[in-house]
Nanobody
Framework: QVQLVESGPGLVKPSQTLSLTCSVS??????????WSWIRQPPGKGLEWIGA???????VYSPSLKSRTSILRDTYKDQFTLQLSSVTPEDTAVYYC???????????????WGQGTQVTVSS
């Protein structure tokens, strides 16, 4: 029922800021005990968690990316946005937004995913 769709530029130049928006339908980013994450997968590599926006407004980031990452939310639009600054070709990846549901005992980790969007960092 919950659907997530990523949107944003597919090409970003080095040193610029990557900005992607996740649009949520069939649910709300303010729903109790919901957590909304950005995850990426560079070519030929595994999944990397970037950070998350919590239902109550707090954010948390991967230590390796924290200094460059900001996740913002628009509760009226049910959207949350990833901003990754000072990008390099190492940031080239498919970027996904996901939902985690902790409304019952334990958490259903990443139980919904967007389709993913390719972002290439190149001049």
């Amino acid at each position: 029922q919950v659907q997530l769709v990523e949107s944003g530029p597919g090409l970003v130049k080095p040193s610029q800021t990557l900005s992607l928006t996740c649009s949520v339908s069939g649910g709300s980013i303010t729903t109790e005990s919901s957590y909304w994450s950005w995850i990426r997968q560079p070519p030929g590599k595994g999944l990397e968690w970037i950070g998350a926006s919590h239902y109550h407004g707090a954010t948390v980031y991967s230590p390796s990316l924290k200094s460059r990452t900001s996740i913002l939310r628009d509760t009226y639009k049910d959207q949350f946005t990833l901003q990754l600054s000072s990008v390099t070709p190492e940031d080239t990846a498919v970027y996904y937004c996901t939902r985690t549901d902790c409304s019952t005992n334990g958490c259903r980790l990443c139980d919904y995913w967007g389709q993913g969007t390719q972002v290439t960092v190149s001049s």
